[in-house]
T-cell receptor, first 112, second 111 residues
Framework: SQQGEEDPQALSIQEGENATMNCSYKTSINNLQWYRQNSGRGLVHLILIRSNEREKHSGRLRVTLDTSKKSSSLLITASRAADTASYFCATDIMQGAQKLVFGQGTRLTINP | EAEVAQSPRYKITEKSQAVAFWCDPISGHATLYWYRQILGQGPELLVQFQDESVVDDSQLPKDRFSAERLKGVDSTLKIQPAELGDSAMYLC?????????FGPGTRLLVL
């Protein structure tokens, strides 16, 4: 079963614009992570935000976390064609050993 | 930079045949994961190892799937017999603490 749900399922924007993806989840978490997957490849870790953090930045990435609403957002600023990929949120649920539960993903297309 | 290795990258098989996938995690990573990813969906955990011990295999279809990590290093995932519905990407990941590092995956097509 997948706890996280990303919104939108697909997003197409022009190069240089900002892209925002949202993730909602159901149960309490230790942390929430975002991963990127280029077509047909493995996933690459982007950023981790802990349950006691509200916002985190890494380069052109900004992640927010609202544990009261059980939601997170990923903002990519000044998008580039190379940002075209699928983006997944993954929740580290509070269950003994670390276990990540992935959402369905947002397919992001950056048009040149 | 160290990477998770997987082989083969692609596998085509006929239903009822046996298939096996291999994963070599990043050196020093005690935790190893196998995921299945159906096209258009997110990865779903099949089995998680801590060293050579299974810590979670609740989503592993044990009637046909098996996984082992005998020496706590590399791992093998086997499907026998393969079914049409097993067509998917099989991803291996390893971690030291919280971040998981993924291999390139094995794309399986069952005909």
């Amino acid at each position: 079963s997948q706890q996280g749900e990303e919104d939108p399922q697909a997003l197409s924007i022009q190069e240089g614009e900002n892209a925002t993806m949202n993730c909602s989840y159901k149960t309490s978490i230790n942390n929430l992570q975002w991963y990127r997957q280029n077509s047909g490849r493995g996933l690459v870790h982007l950023i981790l935000i802990r349950s006691n953090e509200r916002e985190k930045h890494s380069g052109r990435l900004r992640v927010t976390l609202d544990t009261s609403k059980k939601s997170s957002s990923l903002l990519i600023t000044a998008s580039r064609a190379a940002d075209t990929a699928s983006y997944f949120c993954a929740t580290d649920i509070m269950q003994g050993a670390q276990k990540l539960v992935f959402g369905q993903g947002t397919r992001l297309t950056i048009n040149p | 930079e160290a990477e998770v290795a997987q082989s083969p990258r692609y596998k085509i098989t006929e239903k009822s045949q046996a298939v096996a996938f291999w994963c070599d995690p990043i050196s020093g990573h005690a935790t190893l994961y196998w995921y299945r990813q159906i096209l258009g969906q997110g990865p779903e955990l099949l089995v998680q190892f801590q060293d050579e011990s299974v810590v979670d295999d609740s989503q592993l279809p044990k009637d046909r799937f098996s996984a082992e990590r005998l020496k706590g290093v590399d791992s093998t995932l086997k499907i026998q017999p393969a079914e049409l519905g097993d067509s998917a990407m099989y991803l291996c990941a390893s971690s030291f603490v919280e971040t998981q590092y993924f291999g390139p995956g094995t794309r399986l097509l069952v005909l």
